[in-house]
């Protein structure tokens, strides 16, 4: 046996398992299994990655410069509060980084994100996951799960997989009753996709508050998933710390550059939120009309839940075996469910038509 060993806690990580990309036996595949935008990313972004082609020995910007300032012109916000990363999941882990540790409690909710316990374990500290009614996050049980040890809390909104979220004043609520040393993390991923009056993404308590941090990606409605790109709204506290532990290069050029496209293309955006709108609420519909259960939802995606985990896993299958694939979400604790991102209409056409098949 080899005496070296990694820090203790670190093999009781379950390693993240992404969306399947590919069937034995299918040349092509309906995937809808990893939240991606079907009408890929911006022109303007694909135009700005190319131009990089004859760049690729020159370092990147370390500072994310002209991302941050397009960005903070795009929302109206002030560009040194924002942090850039490696997708949404390097800034958690170094929120985790620069926060928790042995000894520390970081609190999430029964079907949030599978990263937070990821990032919390990899730092040491203890996980405490809080039961959701609804499959929505329960205000009232994040705070009563509160003690001296908790260091961080982390609050999808909208969470992924359920697509459930809570609003704006449940959210005040939660930060106005956390102790003033427990950081507050808001992850609005899917934010662009919610048209509700009642929802807000976090900016306004980051800029009112010192221990409130706002998450956000380009992996969905921006079609930059390959890029791996990812932003953080700050206090200016936690923007210095995370700038002083990420990597001095952790923001590729090509990504940089396709970020900061992709946000001046608002019409895109606009395009690809109305195409979700339709087909979200078409399929959802047609699926409940099948005599399933949906979760009403605000992402780009729908929560199905079938009779059983065995149903659910007998449709996986059928599923596969039509070229289509889905998300499993056991690994979330809803083992009788599936996870199905918004497509092309053909793809939620033969999605429905497929699930159609299965339940005859």
């Known amino acids: 046996m080899s005496e070296l060993k990694p820090r203790p806690g670190i093999m009781d990580i379950a390693a993240y398992v992404g969306g399947e990309s590919?069937?034995?036996?299918?040349?092509?595949v309906i995937k809808l299994s990893s939240?991606?935008?079907?009408?890929?990313?911006?022109?303007?972004?694909?135009?700005?990655?190319?131009?990089?082609?004859?760049?690729?020995?020159?370092y990147p910007d370390g500072g994310s410069t002209k991302l941050r300032e397009a960005i903070a012109h795009r929302y109206g916000l002030d560009a040194a509060r924002i942090v850039c990363g490696g997708g949404s999941d390097e800034l958690l882990s170094l929120l985790a980084r620069g926060y928790a540790g042995p000894g520390d409690e970081v609190i999430y909710t029964e079907h949030g994100f599978?990263?937070?316990?990821?990032v919390t374990k990899s730092v040491g500290a203890t996980p405490v996951?809080?039961?959701e009614t609804n499959l929505t996050a329960d205000i009232d049980a994040i705070l009563e799960a509160v003690t001296p040890r908790t260091r961080i809390v982390f609050l999808?909104?909208?969470?992924?997989?359920?697509?459930?979220?809570?609003?704006?004043?449940?959210?005040?609520?939660?930060?106005a009753s956390l102790p003033a040393g427990v950081l507050l993390v808001i992850d609005a991923a899917y934010a662009e996709y919610v048209t509700r009056n009642d929802y807000e993404p976090g900016v306004r308590l980051v800029e009112a508050n010192d221990n409130v941090v706002m998450t956000r990606t380009f992996s969905k409605i921006y079609g930059l998933a390959a890029l791996r790109l990812g932003w953080?709204?700050?206090?200016p506290g936690v923007a210095d710390v995370l700038n002083r532990i990420r990597g001095p290069f952790n923001v590729n050029a090509a990504a940089l550059a396709a970020g900061a496209?992709?946000?001046a293309d608002v019409a895109h955006v606009d395009a690809a939120r109305a195409h979700n709108e339709r087909w979200l609420a078409w399929t959802a519909a047609e699926l409940e009309a099948l005599g399933l259960k949906t979760t009403p939802a605000v992402g780009n995606f729908v929560l199905v839940r079938f009779p059983s985990s065995e149903r659910a896993e007998a449709a996986l299958a059928f599923l596969n075996g039509r070229g289509i694939i889905p998300r499993r979400v056991a690994g979330y604790g809803l083992p009788d469910c599936l996870r199905i991102t918004i497509g092309s209409e053909d793809d939620m056409r033969a999605v429905v038509a497929a699930v159609a098949d299965f339940l005859r």
């Not at 590919?22 to 092509?28: E, L, P, V």
């Open 129 to 131: 996951v809080v039961k």
């Open 114 to 118: 599978l990263m937070y316990p990821i």
């Open 156 to 175: 999808a909104n909208p969470n992924n997989p359920t697509g459930t979220y809570v609003p704006a004043e449940e959210v005040e609520r939660l930060r």
């Open 261 to 263: 496209a992709a946000m």
């Open 232 to 235: 953080a709204y700050c206090p």
């Open 35 to 58: 939240n991606e935008n079907p009408l890929g990313p911006s022109p303007r972004a694909i135009e700005a990655f190319k131009a990089l082609a004859d760049k690729l020995h020159e």
């Open 22 to 28: 590919s069937i034995a036996g299918h040349a092509r």
